[in-house]
Every structure is written in structure tokens, then in C-alpha cells.
């Protein structure tokens, strides 16, 4: 049992570190989004519009498409993406048909 521990030991403590430097890739690094950045989105945007203000892609959390019906309601999709900072701070946005429809921010200076 020993044997195994010992050789176990820094294989964990390898993966353990390797996952931990991905976590926390921004440290130290520059903001992905600012409180003037956030001030400078407005509705109606599209998503390439809010990703060259930001100056980086958002993490997609959550889609959803609804079909029309023809002639009477166009297709509807719903996208909503999260960009984060290492600080915690982050903004929200979600965007219909490619539109902003609604933004949110928290901690952001």
C-alpha cells in the first residue's frame, strides 16, 4: 500500500496543479470586461458588435431556438453568454436573433 501511495502522490499533485493553473488562467491578466466596456453595449447590438467592444468571445450559457410559424411568426433563437474576470466580477447578455436584448453586470470597475 505504501508503494502505491508513493508513486500515487506526485502523479496527484500533478494533475492537481495542472487543473488548477487552467482555472485560473486570468490571474494576473487583464480584465475581459470593464465597467466602461459594459457602459459602451447597448440594446439592439449584435453579438459581434458586443465581442469587438469586449475585445474577446463571451462563454455560451445557454440557448434555445423556437420555430415560427410561417406567415405569421418568424423563428425565434435565444442565446444568453457570460464573460468572466479572475476577480469574479462578470457580465451577462443575452441576445435574440442576434440582437442584445438584455445585459447585467456585477462587480465591474
Not at 506526485?10 to 470593464?34: E, N, Q, R, S
Not at 463571451?58 to 406567415?71: H, L, T
Not at 411568426?73 to 436573433?97: E, L
Amino acid at each position: 500500500m505504501k508503494f502505491a501511495m508513493s508513486r500515487l502522490t506526485p502523479f496527484m499533485l500533478f494533475v492537481f496543479a495542472i487543473l488548477f493553473i487552467a482555472g485560473c488562467g486570468d490571474i494576473g491578466g487583464a480584465k475581459k470586461v470593464t465597467k466602461a466596456n459594459y457602459n459602451e453595449i447597448q440594446e439592439g447590438m449584435s453579438y459581434a458588435q458586443v465581442v469587438s467592444i469586449i475585445g474577446s468571445e463571451g462563454e455560451e450559457m445557454a440557448s434555445n431556438k423556437m420555430d415560427g410559424v410561417p406567415g405569421v411568426m418568424p423563428s425565434i433563437s435565444t442565446k444568453m453568454y457570460s464573460w468572466k474576470n479572475f476577480d469574479g466580477s462578470n457580465m451577462n447578455a443575452m441576445f435574440q436573433n442576434d440582437r442584445l436584448i438584455q445585459k447585467a453586470q456585477f462587480g465591474l470597475n
